[in-house]
């Protein structure tokens, strides 16, 4: 597939949600994007109704399987022959994971596995195109790393491992890959119809220091600034998307 020399991004998890959302903005900024999810029906709908903003293409991967991985990597190399830019989106986003006495080792790591171990395992395959590109790597985490509801131990933990391994791997691949993580607040990731049928009650708005509950286009914009050239002095950050919900005081009377 050519991607008539536009620079080319992987968004992982993109078959609904926050990874669609970027897909979007990448698209809509003249990026080529590649697609991958484990749901294989979602993600090519996803791919054919986003085909109408640009160069777009699914490769069904699971992020924990290094050698489904690899396999993704080695299709995009063949079809694309570059990679400008990874977006590491997927993730088991269910936070709650009932009392930690509860708590199977078996469920603790396979939402590791996927949330942080699946973003080790694509950049360490996507590194030596991104190295030859000189492109950017941004990690999807959440305002989860820095605070929490109870019951959501192996969510968090993943969630600030993804934190720490984005400042990590700054360090390592500077300077020719900058590497920083997005922590998205509440974000509404409801189809549009879904939204207006169903709309959030106002508290859900207020609790935001912005007057509102954010959508993936929020996301999706930081994402191609911080993959574009305007971030190149911006490496090992962790950029709060939150409407400022982390830095309003809540007393309940």
């Known amino acids: 597939m050519e991607s008539e020399n536009l620079p080319v991004a992987l968004v992982t998890g993109a078959a609904r949600g926050i990874g669609k959302g970027i897909a979007a903005s990448l ?15 979602a993600g090519q709908a996803a791919a054919e109704k986003l085909a109408r903003l640009g160069t777009v293409e699914f490769i069904p991967m ?3 399987d290094e050698a489904s991985v690899m396999a993704c990597i080695e299709r995009i190399e063949g079809d694309f022959g570059q990679l400008d830019g990874l977006v590491n989106n997927a993730g088991m986003a269910d936070p709650d994971n009932g ?13 590791l596995g996927t949330n942080l171990t699946g973003a080790f395992l694509v950049a360490k395959h996507c590194i030596p195109m991104l190295r030859e590109s000189g492109g950017a790597i941004v990690n999807i985490a959440s305002t989860r790393a820095v605070q929490s509801e109870a019951h959501t131990e192996a969510y968090a933990a993943s969630k600030g491992g993804l ?19 997005v922590s998205p607040g509440w974000i509404d990731t409801r189809d549009n119809a879904q939204q207006q049928s169903d709309p ?6 207020q609790q935001h220091a912005v007057g509102r509950v954010g959508q993936p286009r929020d996301i ?16 090992g950050q ?3 998307a939150d409407g400022g919900m982390t830095r309003q005081m809540i007393y309940v009377e």
Request: aromatic fraction near 6%; avoid cysteine; charged fraction near 15%.
């Open 220 to 235: 999706g914009a930081l994402v191609v600034f911080l993959l574009g050239p305007a971030a190149g002095f911006v490496t």
């Open 62 to 64: 699971d992020v924990s």
């Open 200 to 205: 959030l009650r106002a508290v859900d708005h």
């Open 27 to 41: 698209l809509r900024a003249g990026w080529s994007v590649v697609l991958t999810d484990v749901d294989e029906p």
């Open 163 to 181: 934190v720490a391994l984005t400042h990590a791997l700054a360090v390592s691949l500077g300077p020719t890959i900058r590497v920083n993580a």
């Open 238 to 240: 962790n950029l709060v």
């Open 99 to 111: 009392p930690i006495e509860q708590l199977s080792l078996e469920a603790w790591n396979r939402k």
